[in-house]
């Protein structure tokens, strides 16, 4: 990937969305941590200096949010479960593989869709699913997970059943993908990690029992599909060099997380992932840092519980963790009616991280309001949309995400 020149006039303009941006929320008026100036005080002007204050921003995330993780496996161990060459009328190969990890009692199933008609290598989408593969399609041959579900209307007791097949169909539009000309790889995040507070016992924790590693679930989930990634890097169909990480609710806040914290990751897309994914935390709009902790005390590290009702006190925000991606392309995505995840803040954190991607000679938003809903922001490296309905991931916003990805892994990246 080829990046053009820095010139002044981009980051004099990053000046300027920054000024628009106080201007137009003055009566929000809450102190951001900056993008580009330091703790100490010194100016960022260069990529040189970012990616040293990046490093900072890593560490200040990993000790005070969503905690410090075990390196990966220098391998990975996999056996291929089931291979179909012919579905889709033939458009398509269905895989299942499992993955192993140490003495880790289940494998992480991987289900793989790929295209029969675009090259021997394909870009591909990668993504967690909530409740199994099996809710994905329905397609028989899917195993129903055995492991601990999160219970539904008609689904109690925490295990998985037949009537749960297909039931994310709508989530997941496999074809167009697939006719889109790129792969798809989709796994629970129960299979790292179960979704449910147990004082980090279950899952990959129970891997590493070092006190060193205090990650929360969200930073397992991230982990873990770095470590799908490591994979991904020796499957013959799939070009490794263009893998797009996705994720949805709080699966986009893992999703967003890795694309920050592992720069494998060619393009990065956080839907509907509000506090403590996409969205500021200092706005204390929608979800809050007490909500999260209250409810779902796993997902952070310990050190995250001294923040709720006390957003201020961080140091750090996600428009920060947005910016982690650059200079490769990111997506936030939002909803109309899903006030929850705080939309404006979404859009805010994802404006405002362009003032990065202008260190580099790229696009950001390039925009200083919430643009109307349905009408996608995609000119730059930094793309954006807010669609009618609730909090959801749908059909429109894959094709926003396919549209994004053609721009910047078919046109841009050889």
């Known amino acids: 990937m080829k990046f053009k020149s820095i010139h002044l006039k981009n980051i004099l303009f990053g000046w300027l969305i920054m000024g628009l941006f106080l201007s137009l929320h003055s009566e929000n008026m809450y102190q951001l941590p900056s993008l580009l100036i330091t703790n100490d005080g010194s100016k960022i002007t260069s ?25 990966l496996p220098s ?35 991987l289900l793989i869709y790929y295209p029969n008609n675009y090259g021997t290598k394909t870009p591909a989408f990668l993504g967690y699913n909530f409740w199994g593969n099996h809710t994905v399609t329905t397609d028989e041959e899917i195993p129903i997970t055995s492991l601990w579900v999160p219970n539904l209307v008609d689904v109690k007791q925490n295990c998985a059943v037949a009537s749960m097949r297909g039931i994310r169909t709508g989530r997941w539009p496999v074809e167009t993908i697939i006719d889109a000309g790129y792969a798809l790889v989709t796994l629970y995040c129960g299979d790292i990690d179960p979704d449910y507070d147990d004082g980090f016992k279950n899952g990959v924790h129970g891997l590493y029992k070092d006190k060193k590693y205090t990650w929360g679930t969200l930073a397992a989930w991230s982990w873990g599909l770095s470590y799908v990634m490591n994979y991904l890097e020796k499957d013959k169909r799939i070009d490794s ?43 204390k709009k929608g979800e809050r840092f007490k909500d999260i902790n209250t409810h779902y005390p796993h997902w952070f590290c310990s050190n995250f519980k001294k ?9 750090v925000d996600q428009h920060q963790l947005i910016a982690m991606v650059a200079p490769r392309p990111v997506y936030v995505a939002s909803a109309e009616l899903d006030k929850w995840a705080d939309p404006e803040g979404e859009f805010l954190s994802a404006c405002l991280a362009g003032e990065v991607y202008h260190l580099y000679g790229l696009k950001g938003l390039e925009k200083n309001e919430t643009p109307a809903v349905n009408s996608p922001l995609i000119d730059g490296y930094v793309g954006y949309h807010i669609r009618t309905g609730k909090h959801d991931i749908n059909e429109y916003d894959w094709k926003q995400f396919i549209r994004f990805a053609n721009k910047h892994l078919k046109e841009n990246c050889k």
């Open 307 to 315: 923040y709720s009702d006390n957003e201020d006190k961080l140091k």
């Open 47 to 71: 990529v040189r200096k970012w990616k040293k204050y990046r490093n900072e921003i890593k560490k200040l995330f990993e000790q005070e949010v969503y905690g410090i993780s075990p390196l």
């Open 241 to 283: 060099k263009k893998v797009a990480v996705i994720g949805h609710s709080r699966l986009g806040k893992a999703a967003l997380l890795a694309g920050a914290f592992d720069e494998r990751f060619a393009l990065t897309i956080s839907n509907n992932s509000g506090c403590g994914g996409a969205a500021l935390s200092q706005r």
């Open 75 to 109: 391998k990975v161990k996999f056996t291929i479960e089931y291979e179909d060459k012919n579905i889709f009328d033939g458009k398509a190969t269905k895989k299942r593989v499992n993955l192993y990890l140490g003495n880790y009692a289940n494998p992480i199933e």
